[in-house]
């Protein structure tokens, strides 16, 4: 089993910055690949950013490309996500997870453990 607690959210103005924090803990954490997912009310949980067990390759969503920045350390047990130039329509409940696939997989089913998401509003 692997735990994961998300902290980081708020209430932020367009254009400004975030930063997500994930903490691990159970089994190995740097066995595990990481992703961050979110899901805004009404709609699907959708991918945001992916990262390797050792931090050596990284995926975006085309539609945060550029803006976030996904990091690990796994001395620390922890994934981050730096949200810069925030718009409202980043708005959502985010998600850490935790999958045992060597491959970037975007898929929420991928996934084997979740966070409880912390919650990120962008006012405009």
């Known amino acids: 089993q692997v735990q994961l607690v998300e902290s980081g959210g708020g209430l932020v103005q367009a254009g400004g910055s975030l930063r997500l924090s994930c903490a691990a803990s159970?089994?190995?954490?740097?066995?595990?690949?990481m992703g961050w997912f979110r899901q805004a009310p009404g709609k699907e949980r959708e991918f945001v950013a992916h990262?390797?067990?050792?931090?050596?390759?990284?995926r975006y969503a085309d539609s945060v490309k550029g803006r976030f920045t996904i990091s690990r350390d796994n001395a620390k047990n922890a994934v981050y996500l730096q949200m810069n130039s925030l718009k409202p329509e980043d708005t959502a409940v985010y998600y850490c997870?935790?999958?045992?696939?060597?491959?970037?997989?975007?898929?929420?089913?991928?996934?084997?453990?979740w966070g409880q998401g912390t919650r990120v509003t962008v006012s405009s």
């Open positions: 159970g089994r190995t954490f740097s066995r595990y690949a």
């Open positions: 990262i390797s067990w050792t931090g050596g390759s990284t």
């Open positions: 997870a935790a999958t045992g696939s060597t491959r970037g997989t975007i898929y929420p089913s991928s996934y084997d453990y």
